[in-house]
């Protein structure tokens, strides 16, 4: 059971460059969110799915698009990578009638 | 809109001394609260939550905290830390009684425990 996991680890793009952050969770559970960790920041939601099919935007969407491809994988693509999406991005889930997320271990993306 | 407030961004302590890091909240509504802990370059670790019921709450790793619904407080205790305790902890909420909605996270404190 590997509970969340995220690939890559770790990323440097130029500006401009295309790329995907991927997310799988072998825990069946329904809903799934993306984060972006900065510096004195916390953690700000990007995207999320509430359930396998929907998926609505958070606090932080611009520049970026989701999807929900099946019950267990949350993609976060930025299409047009900038300097100001450098960061570090988490994956979370969590499961029907529980209240609690569980996190993935982090993607840092540099963007040059 | 439900806000998260974490009073103080940085916690130096000495080992087995006691400590308490502060979080307040915002809301209208019912909330659930948690509290998460973050260890270098890794994910967030559950630490513990309040749901309901008992207003005091016990987690992982000898943590404990409070859920004060007049003073909107949800602070994060422990009486004896460790080295081992040192990480950045953030205090988060969602609405009750929503389902799929997302944590909103304060900015989190960073505890050094140092020897």
């Known amino acids: 059971n590997a509970g969340v996991t995220q690939t890559p680890k770790f990323q440097v793009l130029k500006t401009g460059q295309s790329m995907t952050l991927q997310c799988a969770q072998d825990m069946n559970h329904n809903s799934m969110y993306w984060y972006r960790q900065d510096p004195g920041m916390g953690l700000r939601l990007i995207y999320y799915?509430?359930?396998?099919?929907?998926?609505d935007k958070g606090e932080v969407p611009n520049g970026y698009n989701v999807s929900r491809l099946n019950k267990r994988e949350f993609s976060l693509r930025l299409e047009s990578a900038a300097p100001s999406q450098t960061s570090v991005y988490f994956c979370?889930?969590?499961?029907?009638?529980?209240?609690?997320?569980?996190f993935g271990p982090g993607t840092r993306l540099t963007v040059t | 809109a439900q806000s998260v407030t974490q009073l103080d961004s940085q916690v130096p302590v000495f080992e087995e001394a006691p400590v308490e890091l502060r979080c307040n909240y915002s809301s209208s509504v019912s909330v659930y609260l948690f509290w998460y802990v973050q260890y270098p370059n890794q994910g967030l670790q559950l630490l513990l939550k309040y749901l309901s019921g008992s207003t005091l709450v016990k987690g992982i790793n000898g943590f404990e905290a409070e859920f004060n619904k007049s003073q909107t407080s949800f602070h994060l205790r422990k009486p004896s830390v460790h080295i081992s305790d040192t990480a950045e902890y953030f205090c988060?909420?969602?609405?009750?009684?929503?389902?799929?909605?997302?944590?909103?996270f304060g900015k989190g404190t960073t505890l050094s425990v140092s020897s």
């Open positions: 979370a889930s969590r499961g029907r009638g529980l209240h609690e997320q569980y």
């Open positions: 799915s509430a359930s396998e099919g929907t998926t």
């Open positions: 988060a909420v969602t609405w009750a009684n929503q389902a799929g909605t997302a944590l909103i």
